[in-house]
């Protein structure tokens, strides 16, 4: 117990300064200013990730927010209902964008802006309104992790700087976790399916190079080196096809198969960790059970 590390503590790793949270020590970066400018900043980042990982079409101009609101009221086929909640959802988050570049512009020209300006509340209300419609809208590959990913921009707004990278620091941590877990079971069964040792080295470097992409912000540099390595290992797994010479039986012919299979599915689970950047219980669990139940039939 002495020697357990305790969550929070830092490190120069590398050359690479990091954090230590839950098993893993990650990329760490420094909140220089807990101000509404760098606040906004980090919302219009958040915000355009957000809305990279969403369906199509729902990314609404703040300035159309009455017009799909209307839309959205008046529509009662509930298919088409859904969809105009999303893109009504897009137009709120963008409007409470709108609303902060406003107030940060005021404080740029020396306005003071107290806690309680209306600006500020009208911005939460629609970040709340925004959070609440979020329901009605669908990740763009599908799978869980919205709630994680759409909430963040608001939790960037309600929250201290500190406290919102603590958070961000826990889901990262969790999200290496299922990485590893993904990345173990491929081996294993890389290891057990006659043909596919290859694959061992390509599986180990996307999962290496998918947890440096998970740490690390899209607007670092660092992403110059760690976003190619990531890139060319997924390409490598999947391009990759495995020397076999023949096959015994129809048994054996379906358990190369189901084999390639799990790996083309582990590696696209790996992709989405890496990219969402939040954890996927679920999903992570279910393609577990289907690597073990597999590895009960060889």
């Given at each position: ?7 929070g ?14 098993g ?21 980042q ?32 509930p298919?088409r ?20 570049t ?8 020396g ?31 599908g ?32 999200t ?30 996307l ?36 020397e076999?010479t ?20 582990g ?9 969402v950047?939040?954890?996927?219980p ?15 039939e060889?």
């Amino acid at each position: 117990m002495g020697n357990q590390i305790a969550n929070g503590t830092k490190k120069v790793i590398n050359n690479k300064p990091c954090i230590y949270y839950d098993g893993y020590w990650i990329r760490q970066y420094e909140v220089n200013s807990d101000s509404l400018a760098t606040r906004k900043q980090t919302i219009d980042q958040l915000t355009k990730r957000v809305f990279h990982h969403l369906e199509p079409g729902i990314n609404t101009p703040g300035y159309r927010l009455d017009e799909i609101r209307d839309a959205y009221q008046s529509e009662s086929d509930p298919a088409r209902k859904r969809v105009k909640g999303a893109m009504l959802a897009g137009a709120l988050l963008n409007r409470s964008s709108d609303i902060l570049t406003t107030i940060v512009e005021l404080e740029e020209a020396g306005v003071r802006i107290e806690s309680s300006n209306e600006l500020l509340r009208e911005c939460g209300r629609y970040f709340m309104e925004a959070l609440e419609l979020g329901k009605n809208i669908k990740l763009a590959r599908g799978g869980e992790g919205l709630d994680e990913l759409w909430g963040e921009p608001f939790k960037v707004f309600s929250m201290p700087m500190d406290a919102f990278f603590e958070s961000r620091y826990i889901k990262v941590a969790q999200t290496m976790f299922e990485i590893d877990q993904i990345t173990n079971e491929l081996i294993t069964i890389s290891t057990r399916v006659p043909g596919f040792e290859d694959f061992i080295s390509r599986v180990k470097e996307l999962g290496e190079s998918a947890k440096l992409a998970c740490e690390t912000l899209r607007s670092d540099s660092a992403m110059f080196e760690i976003w190619p390595r990531y890139v060319s290992a997924k390409e490598q797994l999947d391009n990759f096809i495995p020397e076999v010479t023949g096959y015994a039986n129809y048994v054996e012919k379906y358990k190369y198969r189901k084999a390639r299979q799990l790996i083309h599915e582990g590696g696209e689970l790996l992709s989405n960790l890496a990219t969402v950047r939040v954890p996927m219980p679920n999903t992570t669990s279910k393609f577990l059970r289907k690597c073990n139940d597999y590895c009960h039939e060889l």
